[in-house]
C-alpha cells in the first residue's frame, strides 16, 4: 500500500542553523502539507502546496519557513534559522484532490533545537 | 473550519465496541467529516469519511445524524492497539488543511 514516508526520522539542531526536512508524497497525489506538533500540543496546519505553489498557509508559517517540489517526488521544508520553539513533530501529508479527498500522513521527523 | 465537539476521553473493554461521539453543528451542506487517530506522537492515521451517508470500512462505521450536526464513530471490536486519540475533522469545503482539536483519548483496557 503506498504510503507517505519522511527523513530523517531524527534530527538536532543548534539555535540559528538552517534544517531540510525532506517528505515524499504518494505518488498521483497532487496536493502536500505541512504540520508540526510541539510535545504534549494539538496538531497544528503549516502550509499547504498545489501546483508548484503555497495555496495556504498559516500564522506559523512566517519567512523562517519555505517549502519546495525540487523533482517530481520529493516535498520539503526549510526552516532557515532555527529558534528553540522549532522543536516539534513535523508531519508531511497528501491528498489525491478534489471534494471529499482524503489526506495521508508520513510517520514525522521530530526536531529538536538546542 | 466547521467546529467540532468531542469528550476529552473515553474508555472501552477489550472486544467491546467504541462508540465515539462528535458534534459539528455548524456544519455546512458540502461539507465532509473525517476521522483521524494518532497513537502516541506518530502521524494521524485515517479511518474513515462521510458527507451524508453512514459509511463503514475495514476499520470502523461512521454514522452521521440526519441533520449532519452529529456522527459517532463505531469501533466494533475494539483492540488494545486501538488505544490513541480520535480527532474528528470537518474542514471547510474547498480549503483542504486540516484543524485537529483536542480529540478524544480512547483508552482500551483488558
Redo the contacts between chains.
Keep these: 500500500e503506498p504510503e507517505?514516508t519522511q527523513t530523517p526520522s531524527h534530527q538536532v539542531t543548534q539555535m540559528g542553523q538552517e534544517v531540510i526536512l525532506r517528505c515524499v508524497p504518494i505518488s498521483n497525489h497532487l496536493?502536500f502539507?505541512w504540520?508540526r506538533?510541539i510535545?504534549g500540543q494539538?496538531?497544528?496546519?503549516l502550509v499547504?502546496f498545489y501546483n508548484n505553489e503555497i495555496?495556504?498557509k498559516?500564522e506559523i508559517f512566517d519567512d523562517q519557513f519555505s517549502v519546495e517540489r525540487p523533482d517530481g517526488s520529493n516535498f520539503t521544508l526549510k526552516i532557515r534559522s532555527t529558534k528553540l520553539e522549532d522543536s516539534a513533530?513535523y508531519?508531511c501529508?497528501s491528498?489525491i484532490?478534489g471534494?471529499?479527498?482524503?489526506?495521508?500522513?508520513?510517520?514525522?521527523t521530530?526536531l529538536l533545537v538546542l | 473550519d466547521a467546529k467540532t465537539t468531542q469528550p476529552p476521553s473515553m474508555d472501552c473493554a477489550e472486544g467491546r465496541a467504541a462508540n465515539l461521539p462528535c458534534n459539528h453543528s455548524t456544519i455546512s451542506g458540502n461539507e465532509y467529516v473525517y476521522w483521524y487517530r494518532q497513537i502516541h506522537s506518530q502521524g494521524p492515521q485515517y479511518i474513515i469519511h462521510g458527507l451524508k451517508n453512514n459509511e463503514t470500512n475495514e476499520m470502523a462505521s461512521l454514522i452521521i445524524t440526519e441533520d449532519r450536526k452529529s456522527s459517532t464513530l463505531i469501533l466494533p471490536h475494539a483492540t488494545l492497539r486501538d488505544t490513541a486519540v480520535y480527532y474528528c475533522i470537518v474542514p471547510q469545503y474547498n480549503f483542504n488543511k486540516f484543524y485537529f482539536g483536542s480529540g478524544t483519548k480512547l483508552n482500551v483496557k483488558p
Design positions: 507517505v496536493y502539507y504540520y506538533q510535545l494539538k496538531v497544528e496546519f499547504s495555496s495556504e498559516s513533530m508531519f501529508a491528498d484532490g471534494a471529499g479527498g482524503t489526506q495521508y500522513f508520513g510517520p514525522g521530530r
